[in-house]
């Protein structure tokens, strides 16, 4: 039921308006979710998915809406994936992978919370000190105006909160 797959930096696994159809465990490399933005033309950067990471979008693939966001890999990446059809016939075979699937969930959607926390009450300065901290090796992967747009803060300037 799982495959391996070796995909390239700047791969979108899912566009904006698609049902996923696939999900992926990244077990090497680093995607972005990119959402729409009236400011950026392009979109903003929403979110970053790190190895050891579940790769699903909102709402996406267990609820099989349309995604709201693009999903990309923001360097060359291994991934485990697995298919929707495939993954309800190992829901059905298998009683343990429903409340599985909600503590994955659940974590997510914890770690969202817990950002838009950050966003609300902390300072530019600790938002990326803090983020800087717990994803040191993203600032050599990923650019630092996604970064920044992340964290919400301005990318001209990082040097000033080192």
């Not at 991934?79 to 997510?108: C, H, M, Q, W």
């Not at 994803?135 to 105006?145: D, G, P, S, T, Y």
């Amino acid at each position: 039921m799982l495959r391996l797959r070796k995909l390239k930096k700047g791969t979108v696994l899912v566009h904006r308006g698609e049902r996923q159809a696939m999900v992926w465990f990244l077990f090497r490399g680093h995607a972005k979710e990119v959402s729409p933005s009236a400011q950026e033309m392009k979109g903003r950067t929403s979110w970053f998915w790190y190895p050891g990471d579940f790769l699903f979008a909102y709402p996406g693939f267990f609820a099989q809406e349309p995604s709201l966001t693009n999903m990309q890999l923001i360097q060359d990446s291994l991934l485990l994936e697995i298919s929707y059809v495939d993954f309800l016939n190992l829901k059905e075979s298998f009683a343990e992978v429903t409340p599985l699937v909600e503590k994955i969930r659940g974590y997510y959607e914890r770690l969202r919370v817990e950002h838009a926390d950050d966003m609300l009450n902390l300072s530019a300065r600790e938002r990326y000190l803090k983020f800087f901290s717990a994803h040191r090796e993203l600032f050599n992967v990923a650019k630092q105006k996604d970064i920044a747009a992340f964290l919400r803060i301005k990318d001209d300037g990082f040097h000033r909160y080192q």
